[in-house]
């Protein structure tokens, strides 16, 4: 039965679900970074008309929804399933959006990894054909993550070099068994393979150093995707994680470098969606964080890139750190996890 | 005696985890940047020890006016009590911190601030249970841990003065 | 001069805790109830008193002058009797608590949270 698993920890995506819809929006903030014209959206006002946070971060959720519903040309009632996630307790953020949506809803944690994590077992049942659409997605937002994880936002303190800044984002994206929307001889990117990463821990305490903390997962599942499926990293034209920051990805590289890759290779096919979305005189330190960062990265500026032909296949790999908002106080440790999806243009 | 081994083992292992932390932590380390501890410094002290001048200047000027030292002290720190729990309102309090660090959070405006700030961000979630309780969620450890302090002390002297 | 100690000895204070929120993994609720703590310990050694003497509120406007105001309160009451310990140092400080309280309280019941502007 499981002939579609090959090596120790990734799936052949044998019909290559299609990403037909794809769909973010940005807070103010990431609106004034570089990756500002890849957004459908940026708000100018964080609380987007609604009363908290947590309902702007909803409603921000729905809105990528939406678009890219929109993009794929179906309606709430053709998607079979909406696979999610967020960062907030119990991931309400998701679940209230599924309660407006009425999709049937699979919730999902992984910390920011949750966006690959959403796309992988999406693409796995609409290949293994148990649903012909599905979307996933996810989101985070400076003001609910902060309050929750850190200190109050108006609180006075001073952010160490190596804290990262959550996204205030959401993307989304529609994958489905057959490209409808999309136009005879355009070009369409499909999921090819899928490699489910381990939990890692390398006893990293400090909350503040999510990039460090989460890097050897990264490079644990990029490892085990490489020799999974007997490729090098120059086979894919970006390896892309998700919220390393820049620390994280000095780090991520290192350890590529000492596992006897080649260090051109690692320079000219490695990047980090956590220091693609702010720009460093935007003052984030360690570069950007949360669900929303390779979320909305993906839903914007890389599928658009890949439709324009500027990249042929990518491998995405949203990293998350697990944590919760008491774990680091009984003094354990934050063990990360990373996914990987390979996806290619045809 | 099989379960004392898997002890010992589980213990051998809980300290090979720790070590294995140190040097990662020793290893990332290399790759944050350092904080700029002499200008964040400079600017903590000039900025707290304008405060303190200040504060010095109202109070002379309230003694001056017939207020005992005790008193004017009292007021010197309800003025600056409530002028930083209303910046903090404002939102200006944590743009002056991001520059100022230690300057304002260790004078006694950083205990202000840090009463209102998670008071203001739970309002959503009633004044009671959240404004209400949210307000003691920083503040809170400071007065348990200097009042329980400051009583000890005074049993303490109360049984040298008795006996 | 006065004012020149006020301002040394409070910048003083300051660049310690700079030092202990840059240099140390602490964070600053735990940084302020080191502080206090540290006043009250000082205080109860009597070796707060000339610091005070020295600098006014350069060394009772930092967080260890609200521990010195804690403690101060705890010992002059314990020249009077057993409660009187006990109520001296809220007694000392109940001022500026009860301001802190209820200023704070309204403030927070007005203002709304805002987006960080930085």
Same mark, same amino acid.
């Given at each position: 039965?499981?002939?579609?698993?090959?090596?120790?920890?990734?799936?052949?995506?044998?019909?290559?679900?299609?990403?037909?819809?794809?769909?973010?929006?940005?807070?103010?903030?990431?609106?004034?970074?570089?990756?500002?014209?890849?957004?459908?959206?940026?708000?100018?006002?964080?609380?987007?008309?609604?009363?908290?946070?947590?309902?702007?971060?909803?409603?921000?959720?729905?809105?990528?929804?939406?678009?890219?519903?929109?993009?794929?040309?179906?309606?709430?009632?053709?998607?079979?399933?909406?696979?999610?996630?967020?960062?907030?307790?119990?991931?309400?953020?998701?679940?209230?959006?599924?309660?407006?949506?009425?999709?049937?809803?699979?919730?999902?944690?992984?910390?920011?990894?949750?966006?690959?994590?959403?796309?992988?077992?999406?693409?796995?049942?609409?290949?293994?054909?148990?649903?012909?659409?599905?979307?996933?997605?996810?989101?985070?937002?400076?003001?609910?993550?902060?309050?929750?994880?850190?200190?109050?936002?108006?609180?006075?303190?001073?952010?160490?070099?190596?804290?990262?800044?959550?996204?205030?984002?959401?993307?989304?994206?529609?994958?489905?068994?057959?490209?409808?929307?999309?136009?005879?001889?355009?070009?369409?990117?499909?999921?090819?393979?899928?490699?489910?990463?381990?939990?890692?821990?390398?006893?990293?305490?400090?909350?503040?150093?999510?990039?460090?903390?989460?890097?050897?997962?990264?490079?644990?599942?990029?490892?085990?995707?490489?020799?999974?499926?007997?490729?090098?990293?120059?086979?894919?034209?970006?390896?892309?994680?998700?919220?390393?920051?820049?620390?994280?990805?000095?780090?991520?590289?290192?350890?590529?470098?000492?596992?006897?890759?080649?260090?051109?290779?690692?320079?000219?096919?490695?990047?980090?969606?956590?220091?693609?979305?702010?720009?460093?005189?935007?003052?984030?330190?360690?570069?950007?964080?949360?669900?929303?960062?390779?979320?909305?990265?993906?839903?914007?500026?890389?599928?658009?890139?890949?439709?324009?032909?500027?990249?042929?296949?990518?491998?995405?790999?949203?990293?998350?750190?697990?944590?919760?908002?008491?774990?680091?106080?009984?003094?354990?440790?934050?063990?990360?996890?990373?996914?990987?999806?390979?996806?290619?243009?045809? | 005696?099989?379960?004392?081994?898997?002890?010992?083992?589980?213990?051998?292992?809980?300290?090979?985890?720790?070590?294995?932390?140190?040097?990662?932590?020793?290893?990332?380390?290399?790759?944050?940047?350092?904080? @700029?501890?002499?200008?964040?410094? #400079?600017?903590?002290? /000039?900025? =707290?020890?304008?405060?303190?001048?200040? &504060?010095? *200047?109202?109070?002379?000027?309230?003694?001056?006016?017939?207020?005992?030292?005790?008193?004017?002290?009292?007021?010197?720190?309800?003025?600056?009590?409530?002028?930083?729990?209303?910046?903090?309102?404002?939102?200006?309090?944590?743009?002056?911190? @991001?520059?100022?660090?230690?300057? #304002?959070?260790?004078? /006694?405006? =950083?205990?202000?601030?840090?009463?209102? &700030?998670? *008071?203001?961000?739970?309002?959503?979630?009633?004044?009671?249970?959240?404004?209400?309780?949210?307000?003691?969620?920083?503040?809170?450890?400071?007065?348990?841990?200097?009042?329980?302090?400051?009583?000890?002390?005074?049993?303490?002297?109360?049984?040298?003065?008795?006996? | 001069?006065?004012?020149?100690?006020?301002?040394?000895?409070?910048?003083?204070?300051?660049?310690?805790?700079?030092?202990?929120?840059?240099?140390?993994?602490?964070?600053?609720?735990?940084?302020?109830?080191?502080?206090?703590?540290?006043?009250?310990?000082?205080?109860?050694?009597?070796?707060?008193?000339?610091?005070?003497?020295?600098?006014?509120?350069?060394?009772?406007?930092?967080?260890?002058?609200?521990?010195?105001?804690?403690?101060?309160?705890?010992?002059?009451?314990?020249?009077?009797?057993?409660?009187?310990?006990?109520?001296?140092?809220?007694?000392?400080?109940?001022?500026?608590?009860?301001?802190?309280?209820?200023?704070?309280?309204?403030?927070?019941?007005?203002?709304?949270?805002?987006?960080?502007?930085?």
């Amino acid at each position: 039965m499981a002939n579609r698993k090959i090596g120790a920890q990734t799936v052949q995506l044998e019909n290559r679900p299609y990403i037909i819809g794809r769909g973010n929006i940005g807070g103010k903030k990431e609106g004034e970074g570089p990756l500002a014209d890849s957004f459908d959206q940026i708000l100018d006002d964080d609380m987007f008309g609604e009363k908290s946070w947590e309902k702007a971060e909803c409603k921000m959720l729905e809105a990528a929804m939406e678009k890219a519903m929109m993009r794929a040309q179906l309606k709430k009632e053709n998607i079979d399933i909406m696979l999610c996630g967020d960062l907030i307790n119990q991931i309400m953020t998701s679940s209230f959006a599924a309660r407006d949506m009425h999709i049937p809803f699979l919730g999902l944690y992984g910390a920011c990894s949750t966006m690959t994590e959403s796309l992988v077992i999406g693409s796995m049942l609409v290949d293994g054909g148990f649903a012909r659409s599905i979307i996933a997605g996810a989101s985070s937002h400076f003001c609910t993550a902060e309050r929750q994880f850190r200190m109050p936002v108006e609180h006075g303190n001073q952010r160490p070099t190596s804290a990262q800044w959550t996204a205030t984002a959401a993307g989304a994206v529609v994958v489905s068994e057959w490209p409808h929307a999309i136009a005879k001889g355009m070009p369409v990117v499909r999921a090819t393979e899928a490699t489910i990463g381990k939990v890692i821990d390398a006893g990293i305490r400090d909350a503040n150093q999510m990039g460090a903390a989460m890097a050897p997962a990264a490079v644990d599942t990029l490892l085990n995707h490489l020799q999974d499926t007997g490729r090098d990293i120059d086979y894919y034209d970006l390896v892309v994680t998700g919220d390393l920051g820049y620390i994280g990805k000095d780090i991520m590289a290192d350890l590529l470098a000492d596992a006897g890759l080649d260090k051109n290779k690692i320079f000219s096919h490695y990047d980090d969606c956590g220091t693609m979305l702010f720009s460093k005189e935007q003052d984030v330190h360690g570069g950007a964080s949360g669900c929303g960062c390779s979320a909305s990265v993906f839903a914007g500026k890389l599928l658009k890139d890949m439709e324009q032909g500027k990249y042929r296949r990518i491998l995405l790999m949203s990293t998350g750190a697990l944590l919760s908002t008491i774990s680091p106080y009984q003094g354990e440790s934050i063990p990360g996890i990373a996914h990987a999806i390979a996806l290619e243009v045809e | 005696m099989a379960l004392q081994i898997s002890e010992e083992k589980n213990k051998e292992k809980e300290k090979q985890k720790k070590e294995i932390g140190k040097a990662y932590g020793k290893y990332a380390k290399q790759f944050t940047p350092r904080p @700029k501890y002499f200008s964040n410094s #400079v600017k903590a002290f /000039i900025v =707290g020890g304008l405060i303190c001048t200040a &504060a010095l *200047a109202v109070q002379n000027r309230l003694q001056a006016m017939g207020l005992s030292q005790k008193d004017a002290g009292t007021f010197v720190t309800i003025g600056l009590v409530a002028l930083a729990q209303l910046l903090t309102g404002l939102g200006i309090f944590d743009v002056i911190a @991001k520059h100022a660090g230690a300057g #304002v959070i260790v004078p /006694i405006t =950083g205990f202000a601030n840090s009463m209102v &700030a998670p *008071a203001i961000e739970y309002k959503k979630e009633g004044p009671v249970l959240g404004t209400g309780a949210k307000l003691f969620s920083v503040a809170g450890p400071v007065l348990v841990c200097g009042i329980s302090a400051a009583t000890v002390v005074g049993i303490i002297y109360w049984f040298i003065e008795k006996f | 001069m006065e004012y020149l100690w006020a301002f040394i000895i409070g910048g003083i204070w300051c660049v310690i805790g700079q030092l202990l929120l840059d240099g140390t993994k602490l964070t600053a609720p735990r940084v302020l109830v080191i502080f206090v703590v540290t006043g009250v310990v000082l205080q109860a050694l009597n070796l707060y008193q000339p610091i005070v003497d020295l600098a006014g509120n350069g060394a009772t406007v930092p967080l260890p002058g609200f521990g010195y105001n804690l403690a101060k309160g705890a010992m002059e009451g314990a020249q009077k009797g057993f409660l009187e310990a006990i109520t001296g140092p809220i007694k000392a400080t109940a001022a500026g608590v009860a301001v802190a309280i209820t200023f704070g309280y309204i403030v927070s019941l007005i203002f709304t949270p805002k987006s960080p502007k930085r």
